[in-house]
């Protein structure tokens, strides 16, 4: 089982982070990654409409022999992961539950902040993660829904980037948090400005980062890590036309992204 692939979906390409994160703590796993290009966005659709679309991507990875299954997207992680973890006979990360441990093992004061997108924020999945692990613990929130095409545009440094981070912000950093949750996949590349403008004295935690130590572990303690002397394949598919989300893609990987296949999940995942 230990040569078989690492499995990751997300609505989209925002998952790229997470990919890219697990593509450097394990360089020499396998990954099959899926956006599903054609359905996104997905925080604006009900539970019941996320839970099924999280179920035929999971069966469309698993016919590819999958040994671990990344949902590398918040809004499933947030209403659709237990679902997952029941239907399904392998390892389950979400996104949620290791950003939520990270920031409560380096939070100071337990004033934590999350930033992330209106569906995300309105779930209030951070905060009840967090509070889980620590009770006492102040859960600011913030959604910060410009972040996402300002990432897919690459504008992550520009003036427009500036004063809307600095508008998205001011509210927590007055509020004296001294750790700011990234609770979001795109937010990672706007992590840059986003430490510059809170200040040395909070901590981000960008659960891309977290979500692949995660991974790590849990394949460690399984036993099913690839020898490190290995250099991992990675393959794309997509439920629309590539060209978008290659465009995109090589902005979040810096142009490291592969072939990219298209699929019909109606068909039983065939190749358009």
């Not at 703590?25 to 604006?44: C, K, M, N, S």
């Not at 990875?61 to 918040?74: F, G, H, P, Q, S």
């Not at 981070?165 to 937010?187: P, R």
Request: aromatic share 6%.
């Amino acid at each position: 089982m230990s040569w078989q692939a690492i499995g990751i979906f997300d609505s989209g390409v925002g998952g790229l982070t997470v990919l890219r994160e697990i593509t450097r703590t394990l360089p020499q796993e396998d990954t099959i990654y899926f956006g599903d290009t054609a359905r996104v966005p997905y925080g604006t659709k009900s539970p019941e409409t996320v839970s099924r679309y999280a179920h035929e991507i999971t069966s469309f990875l698993m016919r590819r022999d999958i040994k671990l299954l990344v949902v590398a997207c918040n809004t499933v992680s947030a209403v659709a992961l237990p679902g997952l973890k029941r239907q399904f006979p392998l390892p389950v990360v979400g996104v949620i539950e290791p950003g939520a441990r990270r920031a409560v093992e380096v939070t100071r004061s337990g004033r934590v902040g999350v930033i992330g997108t209106s569906g995300t924020i309105r779930s209030s999945a951070y905060t009840r993660a967090i509070k889980r692990l620590k009770p006492d613990a102040e859960v600011l929130t913030r959604a910060c829904p410009l972040f996402v095409p300002l990432a897919e545009e690459g504008w992550v440094d520009n003036q427009v980037a500036r004063l809307t981070a600095e508008s998205y912000l001011l509210e927590l950093k007055e509020a004296g948090i001294d750790t700011l949750v990234l609770g979001c996949t795109h937010y990672p590349l706007l992590k840059p400005l986003i430490a510059e403008i809170m200040g040395p004295d909070v901590t981000l935690v960008d659960s891309a980062e977290e979500t692949a130590r995660t991974v790590a572990a849990i394949l460690a303690d399984k036993h099913l890590l690839r020898p490190a002397t290995e250099k991992g394949n990675h393959h794309y598919y997509v439920s629309d036309i590539p060209a978008g989300f290659i465009r995109v893609g090589n902005r979040f990987l810096g142009g490291r992204l592969g072939d990219v296949y298209q699929v019909d999940l109606d068909k039983d995942g065939e190749e358009c």
